[in-house]
């Protein structure tokens, strides 16, 4: 996009090491998203997402749960401080903390998250490890709006990965994971191209950016046949 | 394999139309599978599956679950018919009734379904319209080992396909459907070849069937990147 046009603007809240983040980081110096971050918020002062940010020179702040009486003024002070920023898109990267319904109602549809299964399935913690031990041939990755509930929002984008006899969480996490450095900023990227519609629980993408021709035939099945 | 090697014997259960019952026919036809359908049951005189069978010239009956008082009687009669066929491994393709546990204990873990679902996403019933109105960007089907609880048993093979904008229950379903068609072959020869393991939840394949290789860094995005 030329110099004189207006980014996206996005806030990141982080609770961990932040490679999530480090993919949108990079993601946006490529240019391969129209968004810049303009401040990204952990609740843990020891989150190494607050490193990447400082390397990459973006204004970044700790704002610690423990310092609040309640989840309500914790989100109000994260919700204020998006505000000041005058972000457009809050990205959670890895955070810990679920978001309150007055933080829902402020971003509503302008809150995305990541989560390492494919939507339904898998819903909460610790999700690869229970994936392996289903038995789960695929599973994979969503990006979602937030919702009042944990893990139920609108689907944005979901990328599936197969789940082989010899894999541990450890390897499956790695395959699931590269794939979320993928999916995220392709999702963020067609929120910033005004692609998105959300219609109930359904994410419609403007066809224009849908590349579905390429994609009609395919399929994966797992084990593979000969 | 050589014409003086046994065949697995199959028994397939039908209430339907029998497309998938259809598929199994052709694969064995074919030599596909070293597997041959020793008896198809119905439930349903009705059942455009018993016309498959007589097609084929595969011994088939209708057992209709109207003339039995009990879920317990029902099934004796099927398991009976089964024992009588000396049936290795039961089909259900399309069998809407639930499968007792006295069919479960004289069949363990040779009693395969076909889910039109990625499991444990959309158990149940409608399921293609289930994952329509969800948003899910990905779906596909199952084939499982029965086991106590519907739709829960261990996974022996997934198959994946995209959900898209333009879906409707039926072009999503027969998407699924083409897949179902590659799936349930595939699974059943895996078993015929003594290449599944069940252990615990987990079906195991003999890395000699798993084809993993051409495979490992295959992943599907929807919607797709340009």
Same mark, same amino acid.
Do not use: W
């Given at each position: ?41 952990c609740n843990n002062p ?15 702040c700790c704002i610690n749960h423990r310092d609040f009486d309640t989840r309500?003024a914790f989100?109000a002070a994260v ?57 789960? /041939?695929?599973? %994979?990755?969503? +990006?979602?709006?937030?919702? #009042?509930?944990?893990? $139920? =929002?609108?689907?944005? *984008?979901? !990328? ?36 998105? /519609?959300?219609? %109930?629980?359904? +994410?419609?993408?403007?066809? #224009?950016?849908?590349? $579905? =021709?390429?994609?009609? *035939?395919? !399929? ?7």
């Amino acid at each position: 996009m030329g110099s004189g046009s207006t980014k996206l603007r996005l806030g990141v809240l982080a609770s961990g090491g932040g490679t999530n983040l480090q993919s949108i980081i990079d993601a946006c110096s490529a240019g391969d998203i129209d968004a810049q971050i303009v401040r990204v918020i952990c609740n843990n002062p020891n989150a190494g997402a607050l490193q990447r940010a400082e390397r990459a020179h973006i204004p970044n702040c700790c704002i610690n749960h423990r310092d609040f009486d309640t989840r309500t003024a914790f989100d109000a002070a994260v919700i204020s401080q998006l505000q000041q920023d005058r972000v457009e898109l809050v990205i959670l990267a890895g955070f810990m903390r679920i978001v309150g319904a007055d933080f829902i109602r402020a971003f509503t549809h302008r809150i995305m998250n990541i989560h390492p299964a494919l939507l339904p399935a898998f819903p909460g913690l610790n999700v690869q490890k229970k994936a392996l031990e289903y038995g789960a /041939k695929f599973t %994979g990755c969503t +990006v979602h709006f937030i919702d #009042a509930d944990v893990d $139920t =929002g609108p689907i944005i *984008a979901q !990328a599936v990965v197969p789940v082989f006899d010899d894999d541990t969480e450890e390897s499956l996490s790695a395959r699931i994971l590269e794939q979320e450095h993928r999916l995220y900023p392709h999702a963020i990227q067609l929120f910033a191209a005004g692609a998105l /519609k959300v219609e %109930g629980r359904r +994410v419609l993408i403007d066809p #224009a950016y849908a590349n $579905t =021709g390429k994609f009609h *035939a395919s !399929a994966l099945i797992n084990p593979p046949p000969a």
